[in-house]
């Protein structure tokens, strides 16, 4: 079945530095793939969404490419704040509709 | 403002009791969803509803109930069945059932079993 995996955390930065966050999925078609976000206490946000291979999703510095020959939907942003602190998750959805989601990965900015 | 309500936002529940959790659309969507979150997870699908009268065992279904009477609300009840029920639940919506679209989600119950 679909499933994702992303990279493990806790990732601690400092502000201004770069960040990179892996995810992988496995599909048997064509997936979506999204990240979404989580701040403390809060339900999730969309962040960025990618819907066919080779499609980049940008939103708030945050930018993924769809990488249909390496299964991937990495996600970076060039230039992290303390207000970019929460928790990321990598997810997909396919023919049924359902997101399969990532684990997520915590993300701690320090000043 | 359009969005997803949930309520309560804390809620606390004696073994052995069932519990409904609240779920309130106004964004005029098709699709509604609830899944379940646990520390350190991703979140695990419930159920999910693709219209009115309808409604479509996730992936951790057992020992919970829905119903979709009306197009607006989705609410599940944590049965005692449930063996684990401590989580934090998160219900979702999307205009229609279809892969590309995005799923929007409501600010979440902690549920806490005592």
């Known amino acids: 079945g679909d499933s994702v995996t992303q990279m493990e955390g806790p990732v601690t930065l400092s502000e201004e530095a770069f960040l990179t966050i892996n995810c992988t999925y496995t599909?048997?078609?064509?997936?979506?793939l999204f990240w979404y976000v989580q701040y403390p206490g809060e339900g999730l946000q969309l962040l960025l969404k990618?819907?066919?291979?080779?499609d980049k999703g940008s939103n708030k510095g945050f930018e993924a490419t769809y990488r249909k020959e390496t299964t991937s939907f990495h996600l970076e942003k060039g230039s992290v704040q303390v207000s970019d602190s929460a928790v990321y998750f990598c997810?997909?959805?396919?023919?049924?509709?359902?997101?399969?989601f990532g684990a997520g990965t915590t993300v701690t900015v320090r000043a | 403002d359009g969005g997803i309500t949930q309520s309560p936002k804390y809620l606390f529940r004696k073994e052995g009791q069932n519990v409904t959790l609240s779920c309130e659309q106004n964004?005029?969507?098709?699709?509604m969803y609830w899944y379940r979150q646990d520390p350190g997870q991703g979140l695990r699908l419930i159920y999910y509803?693709?219209?009115?009268?309808?409604?479509q065992k996730g992936d951790i279904a057992e020992g919970y109930s829905v119903s979709r009477e009306k197009k607006e609300s989705f609410p599940l009840t944590v049965t005692s069945a449930q063996k684990n029920p401590t989580a934090f639940y998160l219900c979702?919506?999307?205009?229609?059932?279809?892969?590309?679209?995005?799923?929007?989600f409501g600010p979440g119950t902690r549920l806490t079993v005592l």
């Open positions: 979702a919506s999307s205009p229609r059932a279809f892969r590309g679209n995005e799923q929007f």
């Open positions: 599909a048997t078609g064509y997936p979506s």
């Open positions: 990618a819907t066919k291979a080779d």
């Open positions: 997810a997909l959805s396919e023919g049924d509709y359902k997101l399969s």
């Open positions: 964004l005029n969507h098709d699709a």
């Open positions: 509803s693709q219209i009115v009268n309808d409604f």
